[in-house]
């Protein structure tokens, strides 16, 4: 009896570990994100969505958006955690082109100065 009680014991925490470490948040990029772009009032509400995009089905983990991906590249490592190179990884990403098509001009920069987000929301 007692070994059951223990099997259910570690069985509860390794749920609760593995639960636990799905969520992967990074506060310090939507606290940098909103203190420059103070202008881009939707993003309050977008939070992780500024960045990230609903998965697909059979995708796993918290896929990026296309500015994601762009401001990955110029964060200097995964997880980085010193708010002047969060916030000169914004500025790089502000000049990259929103769009692959050659024709399209606009970069995440000029979407927010205009106060809108830096990517198309997902159309439901």
Do not use: W
């Amino acid at each position: 009896m007692n070994k059951l009680f223990t099997l259910s014991g570690v069985l509860v925490l390794a749920i609760a570990f593995v639960a636990a470490t799905e969520a992967d948040a990074r506060p310090q990029y939507q606290k940098a994100f909103l203190s420059k772009y103070k202008k881009v009032t939707a993003a309050k509400k977008a939070k992780c969505n500024v960045c990230h995009r609903k998965k697909k089905a059979g995708e796993k983990g918290k896929p990026r958006n296309d500015y994601g991906v762009a401001l990955q590249k110029s964060i200097p490592k995964k997880n980085c955690k010193v708010v002047a190179k969060i916030v000169e990884a914004l500025t790089k990403t502000e000049k990259v082109k929103v769009s692959k098509d050659k024709k399209e001009k606009k970069t995440y920069g000029d979407r927010l100065k205009a106060g809108k987000l830096p990517a198309t929301p997902a159309k439901k």
